[in-house]
């Protein structure tokens, strides 16, 4: 361990000292961004960056569960990112199979996809599902793998579900016109039964939501972290959690 390490690790210790547990977010949406870019820095692959990227992914839990976040949000691919060349793409899918494989292997964690599942791959399909079930009875921190997502697609995919719902109670557009609430809708996402994120980090230093968790994020608070993700340490994250326990949420009010 080098001295600039030490240095991170006895301020990482003061800050986690300080931290209030009572105000710690317990819905954390984080969009992991980066990856190609810290690659690039450091004059490697955009595949060796997402494999980076993965790798950090379960220090990320560890630290949420240690600060007692109830639920985290993590987007790995974005309904945009099928446009990315095919060898990008491929092996991108391929380290996300295998990230999603191993966080249901660790037994720690009840994983839950959001995304469409159409829209991936059969054998991207099954790995999710088959996460999804093995870890169903697990008690600890849900995470949500936000896979094939976009936050525009999820709302059109609610209102779908509402509608094909309805119509097989034999609902008419009018009854339906009558009853029709935010709530409802929200009973139709892909987070349906979970509360909305407290707190969206973001890394890379973009300060846009790109179309995460659209609805649900409505009174969200938000946090722009500078680092690229594979870099992202835990006095970053302490970091995130200490602004968000400073601010005073007011939703809407």
Known sequence: MNLRDLVYGLYARRVEGRLDHDQVPKHIGVILDGNRRWAKASGGSAVQGHQAGADKISELLGWCSETDVEVVTLWLLSTDNFDRPEAELTPLLGIIENTVRNLAADGRWRLHHVGTLDLLPARTQTVLKEAEEATADVGGIIVNVAVGY???????????????????????????????????ISEHLYTRGQPDPDLVIRTSGEQRLSGFMLWQSAHSEYYFCEVFWPAFRKVDFLRALRDYAARHRRYGS
């Open 150 to 184: 976009g936050g525009r697609q999820e709302i059109a995919d609610a209102v779908r579900s509402l509608l094909l719902e309805h119509s097989a109670k034999g609902t008419t557009f009018e009854e339906l016109a009558e009853v029709v609430s935010t709530d409802l």
